[in-house]
């Protein structure tokens, strides 16, 4: 398999939910006029406590500063896992369960913090730049050819010395605890192609809350419905690792799909519905096992 640094310096910001007025604007612009900007990497996740921008720098230019807007900090590369030429796919699992063993578990060990947002077609592993990517290479690089994106082209990438950054010791991360509400979710993905006809649409869904219209959509073609873990009764710190292989190893084991989307202040992971019961188990069992040592 072949795991590709993409050629994106993000920043993961954050706007409050009274404060998304003052952001209408360049929020329309980033979305809907692509032409307008040189924003090439976007995403949107809202969630009760905010809304949680990731883009890249160039996107960023368009966020003025505000007492709404908060920013991490770190430059966030993101890796992006490729099998037979195309982004990892499979019959089988899907999302982050396909990872969770050859990605997300050694860097879990290595201490290197993640942000996960999966999507219908990949997932997109962001690390930090300057504190990790050295790490993430030498970690990985065993089990993947590792390409980094330069001026549209895959270049390989070798590991240089960088075994003495590596991490011996065992983590023993924090095991949050988990929430799991009622709600009922629907993965899907959009033709860009249609993004014109169906703006006003999409305005009045992540404006004004209302209902998406079933007939523009791209769903996978079973029509399952998937049910959310959020992970985290704080909000959850950029420094800690291990948070997502937490959930993510054991939903591997089990061979459940999980698709994850890390915010600001919180982590989530969708699973199939039908999964719900036996990983509302998995979960709180591991939660009442002792720490070990």
């Known amino acids: 398999m072949d795991l590709h640094i993409l050629d994106h310096r993000l920043r993961v910001t954050s706007i409050s939910k009274n404060g998304l007025v003052n952001f209408t ?31 890249d720098e160039e996107g960023f230019k368009e966020l003025q500063p505000s007492e709404h807007l908060q920013v991490e900090s770190s430059i966030w590369l993101p890796l992006n896992v490729v ?50 990517l050295s790490v993430v290479i030498s970690t990985l690089e065993e089990e993947f050819n590792i390409y980094k994106e330069v001026g549209g082209e895959s270049v390989p990438v070798h590991c240089q010395d960088v075994s003495s950054g ?36 999409l305005i009045d869904v992540l404006f004004y809350s209302s209902r998406f219209p079933a007939d523009l959509l791209f769903t996978s073609s ?35 799909s999980a698709y994850y989307i890390s915010t600001f202040s919180f982590d989530h992971a969708l699973v199939p519905e039908e999964d719900i019961v036996s990983v509302t188990d998995m979960l709180q069992h591991q939660r009442k096992e002792p720490a070990t040592s």
Not at 228 to 251: H, K, N, T, W, Y
């Open 222 to 256: 079973s029509g399952e419905l998937w049910r959310m873990v959020r992970i985290g009764g704080q909000p959850l710190g950029f420094d800690e690792c291990g948070i997502v292989a937490q959930i993510s190893q054991p939903l591997a084991d089990s061979d459940i």
């Open 166 to 201: 590596l991490q011996k010791n065992a983590i023993h991360p924090t095991v949050h605890p988990v929430l799991i509400p009622q709600n009922q979710f629907c993965v899907m993905s959009l033709d860009p192609d249609t993004l014109p006809s169906i703006a006003t649409t």
């Open 25 to 55: 604007h360049p929020l329309i612009k980033l979305i809907f006029l692509r032409n307008r900007t040189r924003c090439k990497f976007f995403s949107l996740t809202e969630t009760p406590e905010n809304y949680t921008v990731v883009l």
């Open 83 to 132: 099998s037979n030429g195309n982004a990892s796919s499979s019959s089988q699992a899907v999302g982050v369960t396909k990872i969770a063993k050859s990605v997300i578990a050694p860097l879990a060990q290595q201490h290197v913090s993640v942000f996960m947002l999966s999507t219908y077609q990949t997932d997109f592993i962001l690390v930090r730049h300057e504190k990790d």
